[in-house]
Every structure is written in structure tokens, then in C-alpha cells.
T-cell receptor
């Protein structure tokens, strides 16, 4: 069965500091992977998706970037965090044609 | 951008009652999916209905889709306290991308 690991689970970072969130998946190969952000009390906003190693599509222009250095690794980064980057970050993989399977998420607070 | 708009934003019912949530979407979709999120957790897929389907059942869940009105509804019958969660609809494309709505917060009182 497929498993998604995300770390860290929670993170508190000052404004202007860098960010690196990691997502790794098990139990599948060459999955489509997605990064979402969820603001408090809101729906999910798709940030990036990847159909393979080194292939990244950006959905929303912002100070975040994503990379996929390995088939089962998806990384979300920022060089300088903004207050507006606070939120709940979810990694997901595409399963069974259309359904997406979500990881446990990382809660980021920028202070 | 958020595609779906859920209605109501919050719903409070007693255990045993039915809960109905509605979703409207703006662009063309290949499928419409519903997800559940317990507080502070990841999303869990509940049910998918394809654009050429009108109704689908799964256990206590019933989903309808009206592509002419670009709307969908999720019915949870005989609700339980454990159904308390946020519910999101998501419009899906043929290549797998999802666009989520803002969600409905459901509270089921024991």
C-alpha cells in the first residue's frame, strides 16, 4: 500500500528565513505528486505538481519553489519566508486514475 | 484559484439526522470528488463521481452531480458523532489535477 511521509510535522520560522519541507512516498513508482497549501479555515490551494523527476509545474506565482530530485521525493522550498506563507502544507499523490491520497501535512507558522 | 463553493459553510445536526452539503463549480470537469478532513489532519478521499454519472452511492454516502447546473451534493445518512469533520468537494480534470472548494464544517452532536 502507498504511504506518504511529511516532515517536519510542525515548524515555526521567522520572517525572512529559508524553508525546506520534504515529502517522500512509498509503495508506488513514478507517481504524480502535488503540493497544496491550506490557510486556516479555507480550502486547499494547489501550489505545484510533478509528473516525474525534475518536472515541476507551478500553479501560483509566489516566493515558493519545488523540486523533485528523486522519483519518490518532492521538496517545497523558499529562500525567504513571508508572514503570508503560514499555513498547512499537504503533499499528495495521484492514485487510481483520478483519486488523490494525502500525507499528514506540515503546519508552518511564520512569525 | 478555488473552483468550488460549498454550501453551507457550517452545518450542525444531531446524531441520526441526515447531512446534506452542496458544491458548485465553475469550469469543465472530468470528475467531481469529495474529501473529508478531520481537524489538523490530511484529507481522506470519500467518493468520486464521473461527469457522465448522475448519482453514486457508497455506504451511507450519496453523491449527485448535475453538470448542467455545475453542482454536486453530498448526503450523509444516519450521521454519527464520528462524522464530525470538514468536507471538501474538488473538481478533477482528465489529467488528474484537482481544484478544491472552501469546504463545509459538519458538527454532529451525540
Amino acid at each position: 500500500s502507498q504511504t506518504i511521509h511529511q516532515w517536519p510535522a510542525t515548524l515555526v520560522q521567522p520572517v525572512g528565513s529559508p524553508l525546506s519541507l520534504e515529502c517522500t512516498v512509498e509503495g508506488t513508482s513514478n507517481p504524480n505528486l502535488y503540493w497544496y497549501r491550506q490557510a486556516a479555515g479555507r480550502g486547499l490551494q494547489l501550489l505545484f505538481y510533478s509528473v516525474g523527476i525534475g518536472q515541476i509545474s507551478s500553479e501560483v506565482p509566489q516566493n515558493l519553489s519545488a523540486s523533485r530530485p528523486q522519483d519518490r521525493q518532492f521538496i517545497l522550498s523558499s529562500k525567504k519566508l513571508l508572514l503570508s506563507d503560514s499555513g498547512f502544507y499537504l503533499c499528495a499523490l495521484q492514485r487510481d486514475l483520478y483519486e488523490q491520497y494525502f500525507g499528514p501535512g506540515t503546519r508552518l507558522t511564520v512569525t | 484559484s478555488q473552483q468550488g463553493e460549498e454550501d453551507p459553510q457550517a452545518l450542525s445536526i444531531q446524531e441520526g439526522e441526515n447531512a446534506t452539503m452542496n458544491c458548485s463549480y465553475k469550469t469543465s470537469i472530468n470528475n467531481l470528488q469529495w474529501y473529508r478532513q478531520n481537524s489538523g489532519r490530511g484529507l481522506v478521499h470519500l467518493i468520486l463521481i464521473r461527469s457522465n454519472e448522475r448519482e453514486k452511492h457508497s455506504g451511507r454516502l450519496r453523491v449527485t452531480l448535475d453538470t448542467s447546473k455545475k453542482s454536486s451534493s453530498l448526503l450523509i445518512t444516519a450521521s454519527r458523532a464520528a462524522d464530525t469533520a470538514s468536507y471538501f468537494c474538488a473538481g478533477g480534470t482528465s489529467y488528474g489535477k484537482l481544484t478544491f472548494g472552501q469546504g463545509t464544517i459538519l458538527t454532529v452532536h451525540p
